[in-house]
C-alpha cells in the first residue's frame, strides 16, 4: 500500500465533517495517509491529521501558513515518509517541492488544479492582493511545470494546464457529499417563480454583476423573487441590492445544507454569475435538484452546464444579457420546466462516490510513482 501526504490550506475540525469523514475513510482503504493542513479551532486533531494552528489575524494568517509550508512539508517527509505529495494546488505544490529538497527525499509531487490560480490574487481578497498578481502567477506555472504529475477537476482545469505545455496525468472529479440534494424525489416548480444565488460574497462571484442585473431584471418580473444566500467581503452590495429592492430581494448570511436544498425547491433556477469557477460545486447540487442553471460562459461552469439543455449561459461580466436571460427563465414556465426536466440526469456524470474517487487517486499514485 502507497504512502501519501496530502498537503493543503484547507481547513479541518475534529470530529470531520461528513465529506472529510467520508472520503478519507475510503482513501484509507487503498493509501496509507497523512493529512497536512490547518486547524479550524483549537484543540486535537484528528488522526493522521497533522494541523498548523491560526495565527494571528486572517490578513497575516494565509501568507504565514505558507511560509512554513514548506518546513512543515519536510518534516512529514522525514517521519512519514510518504511516496507522494498530493497538494491542492500550485502554490501547495510549490511547498512541497521545496520541502522535497529540504527534506532530501524522493516523494513523488503531484498537483492538483481544482480551479483557475489567477483568480486567487486577482479576483479574491482585498485589492492589495492584485499586487502579487504577477508572481504568484509565476510560481503557479513553477509547480505545475515542475511537478512529477498535475490531476485536473474538469476540461477547463485541464486547458489552464495544458497553456503551460503540460498535458494532466488524470482528470476526475472530486468527492463532495451532496447527500441532501440527492434525497428524495425532484419536486416539480413551485407555482410562483423565484430565482436563487449561493455562493460567497467575493468579486470571482461577480456578486456586483448580479446586483446590476437582478436591477434590471426586477421591474420586467413582478412578484419575482432573488434570494441570495451569501457572505463575505462584498456584502455591501447586497445589503445594497435588499435595500433598493426590498419587495423582490431575500437574504441569507448562511444556511445549513438541508435548507439550501429547500431553498432551490421553491426556486425555478440557480442564478451562477461568476467570473471563474473550477467544476461549481454549487451548479452540481443545483442540477442533482432539479432545477436548471442561468450561469456565466467561464471557468468550469459550462463543464456542468449545457446551454439550452439544463440551463442558460450568457458571457460572463455581461449584466444586460444576464437580466435578460433570468427575465426570459423566470417568465416562461414551459421553458423552466424544459430545462428542469434535464437537470437531474445531467448531475449524474458530474457526481463521484467516495470510493471511486479514492481508487482513482490510488491509481494516479501509482502511475506517478511508476
Known amino acids: 500500500m502507497r504512502r501519501v501526504l496530502f498537503a493543503g490550506r484547507t481547513r479541518y475540525r475534529n470530529p470531520l465533517d461528513v465529506t472529510h469523514a467520508r472520503k478519507f475513510a475510503a482513501v484509507g482503504e487503498v493509501l ?21 494552528p491560526r495565527i494571528g489575524p486572517r490578513a497575516i494568517d494565509g501568507p504565514l501558513f505558507y511560509l512554513r509550508l514548506p518546513l512543515l512539508i519536510a518534516r512529514e517527509l522525514r517521519s512519514f515518509r510518504p511516496d507522494a505529495i498530493i497538494a491542492q494546488s500550485p502554490y501547495e505544490g510549490l511547498a512541497a517541492l521545496a520541502g522535497r529538497r529540504l527534506a532530501r527525499s524522493r516523494a513523488k509531487v503531484i498537483v492538483e488544479i481544482h480551479g483557475d490560480w489567477h483568480t486567487a490574487t486577482r479576483l479574491y481578497g482585498g485589492s492589495a492582493r492584485a499586487w502579487l498578481a504577477p508572481i504568484a502567477d509565476r510560481a503557479a506555472a513553477y509547480a505545475v511545470r515542475h511537478a512529477d504529475a498535475v490531476r485536473t477537476v474538469s476540461d477547463f482545469t485541464a486547458t489552464l494546464v495544458r497553456r503551460l505545455g503540460v498535458e494532466p496525468l488524470a482528470i476526475f472529479h472530486t468527492y463532495t457529499e451532496i447527500g441532501a440534494f440527492v434525497a428524495g424525489d425532484v419536486q416539480p416548480l413551485p407555482t410562483e417563480a423565484r430565482l436563487a444565488f449561493v455562493g460567497v460574497a467575493e468579486r470571482y462571484k461577480n456578486i456586483d454583476g448580479l446586483a446590476e442585473a437582478w436591477r434590471r431584471a426586477a421591474p420586467r418580473l413582478p412578484g ?90 450568457v458571457p460572463p461580466g455581461d449584466a444586460d444579457a ?16 424544459r430545462l428542469a426536466a434535464r437537470a437531474r440526469p445531467s448531475a449524474e456524470g458530474l457526481l463521484t462516490p467516495p470510493e471511486e474517487y479514492a481508487r482513482r487517486v490510488a491509481d494516479l499514485v501509482e502511475r506517478a510513482c511508476a
Open 224 to 313: 419575482v423573487t432573488l434570494e441570495l444566500v451569501s457572505d463575505g467581503r462584498r456584502t455591501a452590495v447586497v445589503e445594497q441590492l435588499r435595500h433598493d429592492i426590498p419587495a423582490q430581494t431575500v437574504w441569507h448570511r448562511r444556511l445549513e445544507p438541508a435548507e439550501v436544498a429547500e431553498l432551490l425547491d421553491r426556486s425555478w433556477a440557480l442564478v451562477l454569475p461568476s467570473f471563474s469557477e473550477g467544476l461549481p460545486r454549487v451548479a452540481i447540487e443545483s442540477l442533482a435538484r432539479g432545477r436548471p442553471v442561468v450561469g456565466s460562459r467561464a471557468g468550469g461552469i459550462p463543464d456542468a452546464v449545457t446551454d439550452e439543455v439544463n440551463g442558460l449561459l
Open 32 to 52: 496509507d495517509y497523512r493529512v497536512l493542513g490547518s486547524a479550524a479551532s483549537p484543540g486535537a486533531a484528528p488522526e493522521r491529521f497533522a494541523l498548523a
Open 322 to 337: 444576464l437580466a435578460d436571460a433570468l427575465v426570459r427563465l423566470a417568465s416562461d414556465r414551459v421553458l423552466a420546466e
